[in-house]
T-cell receptor, first 113, second 113 residues
Framework: SQKIEQNSEALNIQEGKTATLTCNYTNYSPAYLQWYRQDPGRGPVFLLLIRENEKEKRKERLKVTFDTTLKQSLFHITASQPADSATYLCALRLTGGSYIPTFGRGTSLIVHP | NAGVTQTPKFRVLKTGQSMTLLCAQD?????MYWYRQDPGMGLRLIHYSVGEGTTAKGEVPDGYNVSRLKKQNFLLGLESAAPSQTSVYFC????????????FGPGTRLTVT
């Protein structure tokens, strides 16, 4: 069966450090992978999209990598701040025009001052 | 623009009661989605629509019905609520392509007793 795995344990880091979150998938051939941020009591908010032919994408302090051989995406936040504390979700979109996105369960990031 | 709005924000139902959740978007998006989010389960797609007058089943459609009579609205109905439907429900919309980011509403917290 198809599966998306994100670390269920919260990631605790100190302010100023780089946070790295992982999204692993099996039995997919995704065309695109998206990362969302979700704050408690709110809906997810889109952050970044990376295509299958892109190795890396950056946006301000955010960086996403996509390794289709390892079936893994890494999400990095550099110079992390307490305001970055949230749950981060990855979502896969498959090739072939599928409009059904599949979300991982998310990883909670806690940045300590 | 209000983006994606959901009505109501909170609701408590008794087992067997029915209700309709309303989602509205003012971005002229073609695609709309209904998800439920439960602790430890992540976002699961209930139903989606790729245009006015169309609907399709997602991952967990049983016990729910939907309608998309107008492009800007997507209704989720529970005909006979069950405690297993206690959850937070999110509506989302996207422009029209698989690559497009989803815009989420603020969520509806439903409790079925």
């Amino acid at each position: 069966s198809q599966k998306i795995e994100q670390n269920s344990e919260a990631l605790n880091i100190q302010e100023g450090k780089t946070a790295t979150l992982t999204c692993n998938y099996t039995n997919y051939s995704p065309a695109y992978l998206q990362w969302y941020r979700q704050d408690p009591g709110r809906g997810p908010v889109f952050l970044l999209l990376i295509r299958e032919n892109e190795k890396e994408k950056r946006k301000e302090r955010l960086k996403v990598t996509f390794d289709t051989t390892l079936k893994q995406s890494l999400f990095h936040i550099t110079a992390s701040q307490p305001a970055d504390s949230a749950t981060y979700l990855c979502a896969l979109r498959l090739t072939g025009g599928s409009y059904i996105p599949t979300f991982g369960r998310g990883t909670s990031l806690i940045v300590h001052p | 623009n209000a983006g994606v709005t959901q009505t109501p924000k909170f609701r408590v139902l008794k087992t067997g009661q029915s209700m309709t959740l309303l989602c509205a978007q003012d971005m002229n998006h073609e695609y709309m989605y209904w998800y439920r989010q439960d602790p430890g389960m992540g976002l699961r797609l209930i139903h989606y629509s790729v245009g006015e007058g169309t609907t399709a089943k997602g991952e967990v459609p049983d016990g729910y019905n939907v309608s998309r009579l107008k492009k800007q609205n997507f209704l989720l109905g529970l005909e006979s609520a069950a405690p297993s439907q206690t959850s937070v429900y999110f509506c989302a919309s996207s422009l029209g392509l698989a690559i497009d980011e989803q815009y989420f509403g603020p969520g509806t917290r439903l409790t079925v007793t």
